[in-house]
């Protein structure tokens, strides 16, 4: 009888070389990575059997650890931390650097929106284009 995917959650065999992905922050050691890819992002970022790609969309610089058994119970921290319609598994609070451009435009092309997981928002979505009104309410 097959198990649920809420049952089969996906952590690290070690901290030992744990990497955590930039698009998802599911964190794995190297090993995994390299022989499962990210169960999240496999479809389009192609982890699997590629060094270069891993070394290039993980990082192993990244802040705390979130043990996340059931993500689609919508509870506090998957809703803030947007991993609701990820699986079961170990993820990192936030994950130092930015994914490389290519990959971007992957995201882009598949309708896939990049929340960066280290914690800064791009300046195109902070700053106002040219000749747009800006409306500050004075308190």
């Not at 971007?104 to 902070?126: A, F, N, W």
Request: charged share 30%.
């Amino acid at each position: 009888m097959g198990r649920n995917i809420d049952e089969c959650a996906s952590v690290p065999d070690s901290l030992k070389r744990a990497r955590a992905c930039r698009v998802c922050s599911l964190i794995k050691t190297y090993e995994q990575f390299k022989r499962e890819g990210c169960d999240n992002c496999e479809s389009f970022l192609g982890l699997c059997g590629y060094p270069d790609k891993i070394r290039e969309c993980t990082s192993s610089d990244y802040d705390g650890i979130i043990a996340l058994m059931k993500p689609r119970a919508n509870s506090f921290i998957s809703k803030t931390k947007k991993l609701t319609r990820y699986v079961p598994g170990t993820y990192a609070v936030g994950v130092s650097g930015r994914l490389p451009d290519w990959v971007e435009e992957i995201m882009m092309d598949e309708g896939i929106s990049y929340v960066p997981r280290d914690g800064t928002i791009d300046d195109k979505y902070l700053m106002p284009k040219r000749n747009q009104r800006v409306n500050i309410k004075k308190f």
